[in-house]
């Protein structure tokens, strides 16, 4: 079963559009190579963008596995340190800062 006319092989479709194309002016010509030309750029892109890496990579999670039988007062002390370290680390970004603003001069 057939859906296209009688000579629809590929050669014949590239027949007659050569034979349409030595019929038209030369702007026509130019804007139709153009056309075919910017619509194989972008299918291109299509084919190469998955190969070159412009995905972001997968992030690492680390996750802490804690022990299921834990206590109320172990996860209390680990908040208190995580809540130091995260403190500590805080102050030290602000003096980093102080540093910067001392260096240009900013008040």
């Known amino acids: ?13 590239l027949r007659d559009l050569f034979a349409l194309m030595r019929h038209r002016s030369r702007e026509q010509v130019i804007a139709a190579c153009l056309a075919v030309l910017i619509t194989t750029i972008i299918v291109i ?3 190469v963008d998955p190969q070159i890496g412009t995905a972001p990579p997968p992030r690492v999670v680390e996750v802490e596995l804690y022990a299921p039988n834990r206590t109320d007062a172990d ?20 003096q980093q800062f102080k540093k910067l603003e001392k260096q240009l001069g900013i008040e």
């Open 75 to 94: 996860i209390v002390a680990d908040q208190k340190k995580d809540q130091a370290a995260r403190e500590a680390w805080q102050k030290e970004r602000q």
């Open 45 to 47: 892109e299509f084919i």
């Open 1 to 13: 079963m057939s859906w296209f006319p009688r000579p629809s092989t590929p050669a014949a479709a």
